[in-house]
């Protein structure tokens, strides 16, 4: 039974990585709801738009568009990602990506999404979503031997990641009534 389950174990592992190479790549994405009771909707926009406005570190404001009516927001960012040469040198590429926000009135959802490269830097308004570009990659020669695919989809994800828990920290830092933690403290000493 030991010599029956070890052979499925082993043919299993071998059949695996084959498997997973030939998947299409998964779009990166990362979406968030955030129940926040009694919080108001104005008061989370406000709080979003703040952190859009200044504290947002993966692209120039610019591209920040501002609903108060909707309380919604949405801001493109651009990060770098790095495949390597066929040597195994880093190389540098633009990736462009989009933080979109909502409020209501007990909470907010967030998303960060819509990934998508610059392939050629001489030409930055020409783009390729990121799993076309992967896409590309895994049918290039040099692929096996550098997993460029792979290693952009998990940069990506990484990505998506560091702006989210930018993001939520930025938002859970939210003092409460206007004042914070010693604050109540001296209040009630009065």
Excluded: C
Excluded at 112 to 134: G, H, I, T, W
Aim: charged content about 20%; cysteine-free; overall charge neutral.
């Amino acid at each position: 039974m030991k010599k029956v389950l070890l052979s499925l174990l082993v043919v299993g592992s071998l059949v695996l990585p084959h498997v997973v190479r030939a998947q299409a790549p998964v779009p990166v994405n990362y979406t968030e709801q955030v129940v926040v009771e009694g919080a108001g909707r104005s008061s989370l926009y406000t709080r979003a738009l703040d952190w859009a406005e200044h504290k947002f570190t993966y692209a120039t404001t610019t591209a920040l568009v501002a609903d108060p009516a909707k309380s919604a927001i949405r801001v493109t960012g651009t990060g770098t990602l790095k495949p390597v040469d066929a040597r195994g040198q880093d190389q540098s590429l633009t990736v462009l990506f989009t933080f979109r926000f909502q409020a209501t009135d007990n909470g907010y959802s967030y998303q960060v999404s819509s990934f998508e490269v610059v392939p050629d830097p001489q030409a930055p308004s020409q783009k390729v979503p990121l799993e076309e570009y992967q896409a590309e990659l895994r049918a290039n020669r040099s692929n096996a031997k550098t997993f460029n695919d792979r290693r952009l989809g998990a940069q990506a994800t990484s990505l998506a990641s560091e702006a989210a828990m930018s993001f939520r920290s930025f938002m859970n830092s939210q003092p409460a009534n206007d004042h914070v933690g010693v604050a109540d403290e001296q209040l009630g000493a009065q």
